[in-house]
């Protein structure tokens, strides 16, 4: 299976890159220096013999979309909408990612894949732009909204709470907007089966699990690191609200927890609890720490 993905310097596109060509499948890079998301003229040529077109490519900074809101759509609704209608025409699979920047985040709760999509800035309302041009240019298509995604190689912002708590700097979080995080390893499980059983439709691709603050996060994950020897113990941190952060452009959405019960449902395993997740990735940093070389 020859799979082209979008993105391949981004923290998702790269993660697949890697995670396929593991896997023996045949991976074509397609970043940013040549497939211009700009300029999707050219698209057609570099989808030549590819079986697969996963896009995780967007402009995906909230106060970058809001500042520049002609590049989020040309980027985010427009691009998608070429590479659907090519990949429809010469019958390439398309998977597409969203966000759960979609939805308002006005009520309590986790959103269903058909719930109201009512997005507050120009990033939500590019991305669901997107959603809606892939899907009426390709019904075959797959759309994955995704939230608050780590354990790739670039950090987000599990593995950049992970290292202050290391180095002992000083730890506060948001508490007052909620989600539910994704683990990177899950996230590629999740792609390469929907692939191989030719899904299609707008899934939830999160953990599972309540919704969950970024303090609770970093709760979460010091208490884990306590939990498997990687510090010796835990320190305060300092619960700070969204309005605090004054250079914030773009609005921010509060409650975006998704429910990923559709695509539970359709895996041959439950998709398992966030914080499961997270103390696997924690262990994980605790066999690489063992196994990092002595200067």
């Not at 790269?14 to 211009?36: C, I, K, N, P």
């Not at 308002?104 to 109201?116: F, V």
């Not at 559709?262 to 063992?290: C, K, M, T």
Request: hydrophobic fraction near 45%; proline fraction near 5%.
């Amino acid at each position: 299976m020859k799979i082209g993905i979008t993105g391949t310097t981004g923290r998702v596109g790269a993660a697949l890159a890697s995670y396929f060509t593991a896997l023996g499948e045949q991976v074509v890079s397609l970043d940013r220096a040549q497939f211009d998301l700009i300029n999707p003229e050219r698209f057609d040529e570099l989808l030549d013999n590819i079986d697969v077109l996963i896009n995780p490519a967007a402009l995906s900074a909230p106060d970058g979309c809001e500042n520049f809101p002609e590049q989020a759509n040309a980027i985010n609704h427009l691009a998608p909408l070429r590479m659907a209608e090519l990949c429809n025409i010469r019958g390439i699979v398309f998977l597409h990612f969203s966000t759960d920047y979609v939805f308002s985040g006005n009520e309590l709760g986790k959103r269903r894949e058909n719930d109201e999509a009512n997005a507050i800035n120009v990033y939500g309302a590019s991305k669901r732009a997107g959603e809606i041009a892939v899907m009426q240019a390709n019904p075959a298509a797959i759309i994955l909204r995704v939230s608050w995604v780590y354990g790739a190689d670039k950090p987000a912002y599990v593995e950049q709470t992970l290292q202050k708590i290391l180095n002992n700097d000083l730890l506060e979080a948001i508490a007052d907007k909620w989600s539910i995080p994704t683990s990177m390893k899950d996230l590629c499980e999740w792609v390469n089966f929907l692939l191989k059983n030719q899904a299609s439709g707008v899934y939830h691709a999160c953990n599972a699990g309540e919704p969950v603050s970024w303090h609770g996060i970093a709760v979460a994950l010091q208490e884990s690191m306590l939990h498997q020897g990687l510090i010796s113990s835990a320190r305060e941190i300092m619960a700070t609200k969204l309005s605090d952060i004054s250079h914030f452009s773009a609005p921010r959405p509060i409650h975006t927890a998704m429910d990923n019960s559709l695509l539970s449902h359709q895996l041959p395993q439950p998709i398992r609890h966030w914080r499961d997740a997270l103390d696997e990735f924690v262990r994980d940093q605790l066999v690489a720490s063992h196994h990092k070389p002595s200067m």
